[in-house]
């Protein structure tokens, strides 16, 4: 099926494709307003060394011992990876969301960072709310981690300390969400309307079909030929030919050979009667037709007139 034909079967079936198109715009902008739009947000925080554990390397390196950014080691990277899994546990979502804080939030490394850095992503439909949970989640990471420290019977000198490094930035709007919504409701209504239409038209066609060729056979000829037995061609709705051939005749055997007589069989017998019979049958013929002429007699002669034979005449001779 080519473009030309799913347009004309589009165009011929607008009665349904129409409505459906409307009810699919329809449902998209109603989707759109009525789905609230969510927005994000993120803040930053990182670990840093303990206070004992500062001024002993600006001991060994002569630097100075109160500034604790100077200082970052790969054990503070591996505390930031164990606190941010810390505050993704079910535990903690359930007790944040117990405090107020009932949006999603992802915690995690920062990308391409060479120190302990944590990000703090946020999502919510309420901007002035979405800014206060930021601030609480990250308040609750350095609470959090204090109090694992706490929990391990660390001294305060040699705890490591959580600083912010991003405030809660300003919220922006997340439309890819929203945007799926809108096109589930409407592209898969429009999607179910064209699907309608092409089945109606198949059912249609097929209908028509069948009609034309009930129409075009004779009532009492067999379905698929004519009543001489031979092909018949049907003009299809859509302008193409519909042939159907006559049904195929069972083969015909070929008649046995026939069996050769003998030469017997052509022949005729005829017996011939014997010569003495044939005789006596000439002779008693000329006798009987002698009878039939009564003027006539037979004269005999001596044998010494003719030579002792006798010879048949007949009187006048």
């Not at 099926?1 to 715009?25: F, H, K, Q, T, Y």
């Not at 804080?101 to 946020?122: C, I, R, S, W």
């Not at 409701?185 to 109606?200: E, S």
């Amino acid at each position: 099926m080519d473009l030309g034909e799913i347009l004309r079967v589009l165009r011929n079936r607008w009665l349904i494709v129409v409505p459906m198109l409307v009810l699919a715009v329809g449902l998209g902008i109603g989707a759109f307003i009525m789905v609230p739009t969510t927005y994000s947000t993120y803040t930053m925080v990182s670990l840093l060394s303990a206070p004992a554990a500062t001024k002993a390397s600006a001991t060994q390196t002569g630097q100075g011992q109160d500034n604790p950014f100077l200082y970052f080691n790969g054990s503070l990277v591996a505390t930031a990876d164990f606190l941010g899994r810390r505050l993704q546990s079910t535990d903690t979502v359930l007790e944040l969301k117990s405090k107020g804080l009932t949006e999603k939030y992802e915690v995690a490394l920062a990308e391409n960072a060479q120190g302990p850095f944590l990000t703090l992503t946020l999502k919510g439909t309420d901007k002035p709310h979405l800014l206060a949970s930021a601030a609480q989640l990250a308040a609750y990471a350095g609470t959090t981690l204090d109090l694992m420290q706490q929990q391990n019977g660390v001294a305060d000198k040699d705890r490591i300390k959580l600083t912010q490094v991003i405030p809660p930035q300003t919220p922006k709007v997340e439309t890819k969400e929203k945007l799926k919504l809108v096109i589930v409701a409407g592209g898969g209504t429009a999607a179910i309307g064209f699907i309608l239409a092409f089945v109606v038209e198949s059912v249609s066609r097929s209908r028509r079909r069948k009609a034309a060729l009930a129409e075009a056979e004779p009532a009492d000829a067999p379905i698929g030929t004519a009543a001489s037995g031979t092909a018949t061609a049907t003009p299809d709705i859509e302008g193409t030919m519909v042939i159907q051939l006559p049904p195929v005749s069972p083969p015909v055997r070929p008649l046995p050979p026939k069996e050769k007589t003998s030469d017997a069989e052509k022949t005729q017998r005829i017996q011939v009667p014997p010569r003495q019979a044939a005789a006596t049958n000439q002779a008693t013929s000329q006798k009987e037709s002698q009878q039939r002429r009564p003027g006539l007699s037979t004269t005999y002669q001596s044998n010494g007139e003719r030579g002792g034979q006798n010879v048949n005449r007949v009187n006048g001779s």
